[in-house]
């Protein structure tokens, strides 16, 4: 116990057990919604991008609005009635007849997940003090991606035994457990919200926390740098699997490539989770962005020029970019938690989810100009580019805080 400084905080510890069914929820019946799709309505590959669409409109559309929801409420109620919602929802989905009700319902579903994220991390901010938020966002990030490693997979091998409907109402319980579990998260009394008299609307709240944002340049920066990292990672994020195709390698290569993504994230996470406090957090954006970069450009460089690459090397190279991951999505969070002011944590973390979301719903449409304009490997040289400059901003801001 000594050796996580987060689990010696009792309620933390609850709150990251009712982390693990919730983050589960997000990816087990990722595989059963691609196969209803594709073997059993048979859809077209537009309808593929529409479900991206699906799943991330909702966090640049009602994520602001759901960060103020959150701000106003009681963070244990925000984290037990997402959950539940979010179980209703996905039961639903067992009645869709087609796939425009199926897309229609995982928006619904996203909507309602836009909640969850930022009560998270408020819970995060309200049941920890600086000194160990590195190592309760070390764990936390360690959980989100050991859940993207186990769910896909166990939803996959549930659909060997059983159709894709009844892998929805399993999820749909999954939902309802972590709602459970978040019942029994004490300490989360936090500043109560202003009274109805005395605050605005929805709108009003959304560009207070614009206001938080802009009065803290640590804050500019921090959300900004976020931005732009995920930017460069949806750049050549979707061409993976034709890079692991045109270095020679396999599908099942490819699985094992994203396989070492995901542990070496948990990894990454895991060795944040022991350190007690973090100094200087925006070193280790630095150094993270900067092995992140080179990893990528070398990769994207291999495949521009045809480099034999053998699979030891290729699989280290995706563990890397796991474990650079971790290195700046956990000190960002904990600059957040540390800058942000109780009572604003949500809605500011749900106007960075909203930055990410416009990333990721851009970024992959330059990718695929580069792809075709050039080679595979063109998106990872340029989104490496993007990662070296989001190091190059780290290091400096570093240097001076």
Same mark, same amino acid.
């Given at each position: ?17 009712? @982390?693990?069914?919730a ?12 196969a ?11 309808v ?6 699906? !799943? ?5 559309i009602? &994520?602001? #609005? ?17 959950n539940? &919602? ?22 619904? =579903? ?7 994220t930022?009560?998270? @991390? ?13 190592s ?7 959980? %989100? ?23 929805? #109402?399993? %999820?749909?319980? +999954? ?14 009394d936090r ?7 005395? =605050?605005?609307g929805?709108?009003a709240?959304?560009?207070? $926390? ?17 931005? /732009?990292?995920?930017?460069? !990672?949806f750049?050549?994020d ?8 045109? #270095? ?9 490539a ?10 990454g /996470?895991?060795?944040f989770?022991? +350190?007690?406090?973090? =100094?200087?957090?925006?070193r280790?954006?630095?150094?993270? /962005? ?9 990769? &994207?460089?291999?495949?521009? =020029?045809?480099?034999?690459v ?11 970019? $796991?474990v650079?991951?971790s ?6 969070r904990?600059?957040? @938690?540390?800058?942000?002011s109780?009572?604003? !944590?949500?809605?500011?973390t /749900? ?21 075709s ?13 993007? !990662? ?7 290091g400096?801001l570093?240097?001076?805080?």
């Open positions: 116990m000594k050796a996580l400084p987060a689990l010696r905080n009792g309620p933390l510890r609850r709150l990251l057990l009712a @982390q693990m069914p983050d589960f929820a997000d990816w087990l019946d990722f595989v059963a919604i691609g209803l799709l594709a073997f059993v309505w048979e859809a077209e590959p537009v593929f991008a529409l479900l991206a669409v699906s !799943m991330g409109l909702p966090y640049l009602v &994520g602001p #609005l759901a960060g103020v929801l959150v701000d106003r409420s009681p963070i244990r109620a925000a984290l037990i009635w997402s539940l &919602g979010r179980g209703a929802v996905t039961a639903a989905f067992f009645l869709a007849p087609d796939w425009p009700q199926l897309l229609a319902l995982v928006a619904l =579903r996203s909507s309602v997940d836009t909640v969850f930022p009560a998270k @991390q408020a819970a995060i901010q309200a049941l920890t003090g600086p000194a160990d938020r590195t309760a966002n070390g764990l936390s990030h360690a959980i %989100n991606q050991a859940s993207k490693i186990v769910a896909p997979g166990l939803g996959g091998l549930l659909l060997i035994w059983i159709a894709p409907g009844p892998v929805f #109402l399993f %999820n749909a319980l +999954v939902s309802v457990l972590a709602a459970g579990l978040a019942l029994r998260i004490p300490g989360l500043s109560g919200p202003a009274s109805a008299e005395d =605050r605005g929805l709108l709240d959304v560009r207070e $926390g614009l206001a938080e944002v802009r009065a803290k340049p640590l804050l500019v920066a921090a959300l900004s740098m976020m931005a /732009a990292g995920y930017f460069a !990672m750049v050549y979707t061409f993976i699997a034709p890079l692991t195709r045109g #270095l020679g390698f396999r599908e099942t290569d490819l699985g094992l994203l396989a070492a993504v995901g542990a070496g994230g948990v990894l /996470a895991v060795a989770g022991l +350190v007690a406090e973090l =100094r200087r957090p925006f280790w954006v630095a150094l993270g /962005a900067g092995a992140g970069a080179v990893t990528v450009i070398a990769l &994207g460089l291999a495949e521009w =020029r045809s480099a034999a053998p699979l030891p090397v290729f699989l280290t190279a995706f563990a890397v970019l $796991g650079a991951t290195m700046t999505v956990v000190p960002y904990t600059v957040l @938690q540390n800058t942000v109780e009572g604003r !944590m949500a809605r500011v /749900a106007l960075s989810e909203a930055l990410n979301t416009a990333a990721l719903l851009s970024a992959p449409f330059l990718g695929a100009l580069l792809a304009t050039f080679s595979v490997g063109a998106p990872f040289v340029f989104g490496g580019a993007v !990662m070296l400059g989001v190091a190059a901003w780290a400096r570093s240097a001076r805080t």
